[in-house]
């Protein structure tokens, strides 16, 4: 099973402030990566998959880089519906390996 | 636009059984490959398992293997996920997710569906 690990466990940005958030996988996963976010009491929400490519309705603010064993998340400039928790998963050869989800990272009000 | 309906909340004993039933509107289910995630309280996700459209094959994740078993009922467009001898630590949200492209990242959630199990 490939393990992803997310950091920082919390984030604390100020709103218009940029965020960096990094997911890192156990071995390669190629650009087999999606990010999404989630609000307390809501399902989660896809941002980002293919390691870079904006999901539909995505503001351009999120924008998502990395291949292999490095990924990162960047908010260009937080608005206060940004404050969430976000979780980076690899589908990557599936299904002869399982998905995998991240632990997250919260991105609090600072 | 894929919809997706999930059954109501449910309060199990520990050893017992819960079946969670997802309704697809707006696609047919045969156009999907459907999967469970699942959340605990504060926690982070799980992917608990998912139907594999190349070989027609449910593949679950190791975790919940001998335990869980996800159907499907085209005639209603309606995925089910049960999950036996329920224990404390399965209390948690569980979601239906798909994706209409063969790559499994998930672009439709259902609302989830919060099992509690307590004795």
């Not at chain 2, 309060?11 to 605990?40: D, F, I, N």
Request: overall charge negative.
């Amino acid at each position: 099973e490939i393990v992803m690990t997310q950091s920082p466990a919390t984030l604390s940005v100020s709103p218009g402030e940029r965020a960096t958030l990094s997911c890192r996988a156990s071995q390669s996963v190629s650009s087999n990566l999606a990010w999404y976010q989630q609000k307390p009491g809501q399902a989660p929400r896809l941002l980002i998959y293919g390691a870079s490519t904006r999901a539909t309705g995505i503001p351009a603010r999120f924008s998502g880089s990395g291949s292999g064993t490095e990924f990162t998340l960047t908010i260009s400039s937080l608005q206060s519906e940004d404050f969430a928790v976000y979780y980076c998963q690899q589908y990557n050869n599936w299904p002869f390996l399982a998905l995998t989800f991240g632990g997250g990272t919260k991105v609090e009000i600072k | 636009q894929v919809q997706l309906v999930q059954s109501g909340a449910e309060v199990k004993k520990p050893g017992a059984s819960v079946k969670v039933s997802c309704k697809v509107s707006g696609y047919t289910l045969t156009e999907l490959s459907m999967h469970w995630v699942r959340q605990a309280p504060g926690k982070g996700l799980e992917w608990m398992g998912g139907f594999d459209p190349e070989d027609g094959e449910t593949i679950y994740a190791q975790k919940f293997q001998g335990r869980v078993t996800m159907t499907e009922d085209t005639s209603t467009d309606t995925a089910y996920m049960e999950l036996s001898s329920l224990r404390s630590e399965d209390t948690a949200v569980y979601y239906c997710a798909t994706s209409l492209t063969t790559a499994i990242y998930f672009d439709y959630w259902g609302q989830g569906t919060l099992v509690t199990v307590s004795s």
